[in-house]
């Protein structure tokens, strides 16, 4: 059975930083990519980050203040978020996806398994 549960989540101010994961089970992570997307009120949901075997990808919006990375030993996939800003306030998800066009990494269809998600709000 698959399942993906997201941790990490939180209140923190701006500027701050955070650390979400994503631990798997019911299958072997290596095999596969993890998307990390977010959902604030009354928006749409949002791909953040992306990692496969072999790639890396990030919304233009958080370049270079979030990393993916992933721990196969682990079954984990973590999102580090630095340099936060209140417009990242959202409910954090992770997604299990088989095969992708790594086109479409941003597009929530694409995903076959969701986590529960994770509340990150960023506020003085």
């Known amino acids: 059975q698959v399942q993906l549960v997201e941790s990490g989540g939180g209140l923190v101010q701006p500027g701050g930083s955070l650390r979400l994961s994503c631990a798997a089970s019911?299958?072997?992570?290596?095999?596969?990519?993890i998307g990390w997307f977010r959902q604030a009120p009354g928006k749409e949901r949002e791909g953040v980050s992306y990692?496969?075997?072999?790639?890396?990808y990030y919304a233009d919006s958080v370049k270079g203040r979030f990393t993916i990375s992933r721990d196969n030993a682990k079954n984990t996939v973590y999102l580090q978020m630095n340099s936060l800003k209140p417009e990242d306030t959202a409910v954090y998800y992770c997604?299990?996806?088989?095969?992708?066009?790594?086109?479409?990494?941003?597009?929530?269809?694409?995903?076959?398994?969701w986590g529960q998600g994770t509340q990150v709000t960023v506020s003085s």
């Open positions: 990692i496969s075997s072999k790639s890396t």
């Open positions: 997604a299990l996806v088989d095969t992708l066009a790594t086109y479409e990494w941003h597009n929530p269809d694409s995903y076959d398994y």
């Open positions: 019911g299958f072997t992570l290596d095999y596969y990519g």
